[in-house]
């Protein structure tokens, strides 16, 4: 996504990056906390943003360009999807 918007421009590109800076400023904010307290706010606050995500990403790859770069960003987040929110 960020090769994308830095190249494009893309508005798409960018709400992607914006979505997924969310998601990387819970952890940021919940470092350092115990395990649990960690796992706790993820299912808080990070769960609701990574389902978002997902549909919002489900929604916007079929109206892409099938061999566009930012298509293939999307759907290499998606076949990707469980291991990026394993935590």
Known sequence: FFDVHAKTGSAIAG????????????????????PDERQ?????????LADALRTWAETILPQLS???DLAKAFRYMLTRWRALTRV
């Open 40 to 48: 706790r706010r993820r299912q808080d606050r990070s769960r609701p």
């Open 66 to 68: 099938g061999p566009s």
């Open 15 to 34: 709400e992607a990056l914006e979505r997924i800076g969310a998601l990387y400023a819970i952890e940021r904010e919940i470092a350092g906390q115990p």
